[in-house]
Each structure stands twice: as structure tokens, then as C-alpha cells.
């Protein structure tokens, strides 16, 4: 049995150019306020994992802005080398497999993400004995995969995904534990989305992209895209 840990894992990060991301959010947002929301919400996934004690993670894809930002936390930027989503992230796993590595694909785009929702996806994985499937909260989608070293598994991202994830380990006879949570559940890709979330936490999206105009009590240091550490 393969033990997996915190240690023992490489979450891997795909992302678009910013220019192709979220295209969806255009009737209310402009390219500069759609780059920028993404820019936070890859800086909140990143901050959930190094506050899970993952000292390792890959961003692969994007544009200088994200590499930048991957930098800017010691992270590992990737150029895209995969003819699309699955293969890009098919062809990571097998990297971090090789590697002696746990792969973990995680999306970039959810705002709600906290280290202790990562902290449970990995022990959900039985140290090694489970691949971990955290379900998105409408679509049938996929938001978390974890997968120990050296397992074929294959990423089957897209309409859906969820089930056909569930699935294809039927058919390899892989056990499977469903770690279901608010912070790996919602992600943010349509305009019924971005109202729900900032009904649900007022002014996230200035607080994503670092335009709140006063500091909040208690609030921890954050990056910006692609500058110096402030605190606010």
C-alpha cells in the first residue's frame, strides 16, 4: 500500500491564458475585472495549499500573470504541453507518478477553497488506498481528483465528469472515497454563480481582486497578482 501524506502529494493546477478564461462572465464583466477575478481566485487555492502543509504544487498553463503569481508562492509553473484539459492533466499525473508522487488535480476557480478542505480530501484517501473524487455542486463535475503513484487512472474532465469518474473505477476495481465540501464544491464559472457567491459572502469579488478599500480586522497577508507582499 502506498502511504500518502501531505509530503507525498503534487497538486497539479491547469489554467488557460487569462484573455480565455471565463468568458461566460463577459455581460458583466470586462477582460481586465475577468483576469484580475481569476488571478484571485488561483491566489486562494494556492493559499489553501501551502496552509495544508503542501510544500509542492504545479500551475500548468496560462499566461505571465499566472506564472508569475506561481512564483511569487514557490510553486513549480508549467507551459502547457497537453492537447487539451484531460490530456494536459492525464500527462501531469504521470509526471508526478514517475516522481513517486500523489497527483492531486485541483481547478483554479474556487473562491471558497480552505486548507482544512484539503486536509480532509487527503485523509479521505485511507493513506494511500483510495482515489478521492470531490464532486462540483451542480453539473455532475469534478473539482478534486487525488490519485496515489502509480495508478492508471484517467482524467475524464467535462460534462458529467463525475459519474464517469465513478465509473471507470468500477471497471478497474479501484476504491473510491467521495470527499464532499463547500470549499472543493463550488466553483465559480457562470453569472448565476458570481451573483450566488457574493450574495452568499458580500464583496468577494472585491476582496479577490485586492480592491476593497479599507483593510478587515484579522485579515491574513495576501499577494498581489504579480507585485510584492502586502498586508491588509
Partial sequence: ??????????PIIPMK??????????????A?????????????????????????FWVVG???????????????????????????????????????????YLPGDLPFLKSSDLTSLIRSSGQGRNIVLAPARRDSGTNGILIPP???FKPELGNRSFTKHLSQAA??????????????????DILEDLEFFQQREPG????LTLKKPAA???????LRGEGDPISI
Avoid at 502506498?2 to 502529494?9: A, V
Avoid at 491564458?17 to 470586462?30: E, I, Q, V, Y
Avoid at 478587515?216 to 495576501?222: A, L, Q, R
Wanted: include cysteine; charge should be neutral; charged fraction near 30%.
Fill in 171 to 188: 471497471k478497474l476495481e479501484i476504491s473510491v472515497a467521495i470527499c464532499y465540501s463547500e470549499g472543493l464544491g463550488f466553483d465559480l
Fill in 216 to 222: 478587515e480586522p484579522g485579515e491574513i497577508p495576501v
Fill in 150 to 152: 502509480k495508478l492508471a
Fill in 32 to 56: 481586465e475585472e475577468r483576469g484580475d477575478l481569476v488571478i484571485g481566485m488561483l491566489r486562494r487555492v494556492i493559499m489553501a495549499i501551502k496552509g495544508a502543509s503542501i510544500d509542492i
Fill in 1 to 10: 500500500m502506498t502511504m500518502l501524506d501531505e509530503s507525498g502529494i503534487i
Fill in 204 to 207: 468577494l469579488v472585491q476582496r
Fill in 62 to 104: 496560462g499566461d505571465w500573470r499566472i506564472r508569475n503569481l506561481t512564483r511569487n508562492f514557490d510553486g513549480l509553473w508549467i507551459e502547457d504541453f497537453g492537447r487539451n484539459l484531460n490530456d494536459t492533466v492525464d500527462k501531469s499525473f504521470d509526471r508526478a507518478s514517475q516522481r513517486g508522487y500523489g497527483a492531486l
Fill in 17 to 30: 491564458p487569462l484573455a480565455d478564461c471565463k468568458t461566460r462572465l463577459s455581460r458583466r464583466l470586462t
